[in-house]
Structure formats: structure tokens, C-alpha cells
């Protein structure tokens, strides 16, 4: 009985490491299309003075948005990908809309200056957030409160 | 020269006009979501430009674009009325300034947005905005 319980408990271990692998994999593929693609975007590309993006401000988006999810993930707790949108002025935009909640994280181009995240929760305006916050602190946010209005 | 016109000549049935290049849409799968990059750019403190339909109509707004097709870009337009209830609800800090050029009588700026309120102003925008009527890009 209880070698059949423990056999149990390590096939559902088995499949969590599975599952978070395979969201893991996933993930890489659509960080690696859209930072190339935003990457590749030349000077003004939006025919408006839009700047070049630098290297560095899509690694910290890419940082941001897998130490998000991979706790999240650890946490069991399941939100879709977000679209990630380059901005004319440099910055990064993280951007989940789901019929849950929406949460906006913009990314700046230079690392002196604050992430800004604005959220809601549907139907719970009490949730409302909006922050301006320092890049290395933007976790410690972002995770509790998307973990709060995921449930 | 044209002259300046005071907010309230703004009515609230009246729209502003924003063209969208195909560098903020290109990629996407279809044009059926209204992005909030669409209301940011490297001068955007200084004012997002419009321009205001009681002097254009979309069709002019694309026309006055190097780009004049729906392939390069398309209109999206802000009623007023539910620009000026946004502005209330959410207390957002915006304003609207007409500001004519001497070749667009109908250019408009929406001034307040900033870096440090960029992601709620432009959430907000995104939500009031539609594609104008037949100016929806072609993908």
C-alpha cells in the first residue's frame, strides 16, 4: 500500500516536471520569435522616428517574463502567454487580456528608469493596480497579484 | 494660418483620427484588437497627435500619410464622449489642445501622457479606440 502510494505520488511528480518542461520549451520558442522580430525592427520603423531596440532591453523583458511564469508555473498556477509588443519609444510592452484580468507591464528602454504595470481585474475593481516600479523589484509584485486575480 | 479653437468646440459626438503604421501591426495574425502601443511615441509628451473630424475625415488622415494605402496604414478614432467619460472615471490626466498646422487645419494633441502613467493611459485609449469605418489595415 504504501509502495503503491509512493509509486503514485512520484508519477504525478513525473508530470508536473512534464508539463512545466514542456510550457518551459514553449516559452523559449516564443521569446526567441518575438525578440527577434522586435530585434530586427530598424530606426523608425514606424515611420514616425521610432528607435532601434537595444539588445539589453529584451533581455530584461525575456528575465521578467520567465522568472514570472516559472513561478507561477511552480505555484501551479496557469495564465497564458502574454503578447509582447515593441513600443515607438524604445520600451517593451508585456501585455496579458484575458477574460479574467489584464495586466499591462511596460518595460523600459533605459534600466535608470521605473517598469510601469497597470491591471485590472474583471468584475473586482477593488483590484485595480498601478505601479511604477524598479526592474528588480517587479516580481515581488506582479507574481502575488497575478496569482490573486488568477484564482 | 488657422487659428486655435478652445476645448469646448470639442463636442462630444465629434471624433480624433490617428493613423497606425503597419510597424505597430504587421505581424499580427488579424487587426482585430486595438493595441495601447498605439498611443505611445518618441514625442508623446509633447502631445500624441490626432487630428479632429470636424476638419478631416479618416480618408484625409490616411491621405496626409507617405503612405497613403491601407497596406502601410491604418485609422483608428477616439470619440469624445467617451474620451472626456474615461477622463473622468479614471481621473486621467489628459487634455485635448487643437494645434493646426499650417497644411492640417484639423491637428489635435492629446497632452498628460507620460512615462510614469504610460501603461494606464494607454490601456484606457485602447479600449475606447475602434478601426474608423472601411480604414481597418489590410494583412
Known amino acids: 500500500m504504501k509502495e503503491s502510494t509512493e509509486t503514485n505520488l512520484q508519477e504525478i511528480k513525473n508530470l508536473f516536471i512534464s508539463v512545466k518542461a514542456t510550457k518551459e520549451r514553449r516559452l523559449e520558442k516564443l521569446l526567441d520569435k518575438r525578440v527577434n522580430h522586435i530585434l530586427n525592427l530598424s530606426e523608425n520603423w514606424d515611420d514616425n522616428g521610432a528607435e532601434k531596440f537595444k539588445k539589453e532591453t529584451l533581455e530584461r523583458v525575456s528575465n521578467l517574463l520567465k522568472k514570472i511564469l516559472q513561478e507561477l508555473w511552480d505555484q501551479m498556477v496557469d495564465v497564458p502567454f502574454p503578447l509582447i509588443s515593441p513600443v515607438p519609444d524604445g520600451s517593451v510592452d508585456i501585455n496579458w487580456e484575458t477574460d479574467k484580468f489584464e495586466l499591462l507591464i511596460n518595460v523600459p528602454a533605459k534600466d535608470n528608469l521605473l517598469v510601469n504595470l497597470y491591471g485590472e481585474r474583471m468584475s473586482h475593481p477593488e483590484d485595480e493596480v498601478e505601479v511604477r516600479i524598479n526592474y528588480d523589484m517587479a516580481t515581488q509584485y506582479v507574481i502575488p497579484w497575478l496569482i490573486k486575480v488568477s484564482s | ?139
Open chain 2, 1 to 139: 494660418m488657422w487659428s486655435e479653437e478652445p476645448e469646448e468646440n470639442f463636442l462630444n459626438s465629434h471624433f480624433l483620427y490617428r493613423a497606425i503604421h503597419r510597424g505597430l501591426w504587421q505581424n499580427w495574425e488579424s487587426t482585430d484588437r486595438i493595441d495601447p502601443i498605439f498611443f505611445y511615441n518618441k514625442n508623446a509628451e509633447e502631445g500624441l497627435s490626432f487630428d479632429w473630424s470636424k476638419y478631416s475625415s479618416p480618408q484625409d488622415t490616411l491621405e496626409r500619410r507617405k503612405g497613403n494605402s491601407l497596406k502601410d496604414n491604418g485609422i483608428i478614432q477616439l470619440n469624445l464622449g467617451k474620451l472626456r467619460t474615461d477622463i473622468i472615471q479614471f481621473n486621467l490626466p489628459i487634455t485635448i489642445e487643437h494645434a493646426p498646422l499650417p497644411e492640417n487645419q484639423s491637428h489635435t494633441l492629446l497632452l498628460g501622457i507620460t512615462r510614469s502613467n504610460t501603461a494606464k493611459i494607454r490601456r484606457k485609449l485602447s479600449k475606447i479606440a475602434e478601426w474608423a469605418e472601411s480604414m481597418r489595415p489590410k494583412i
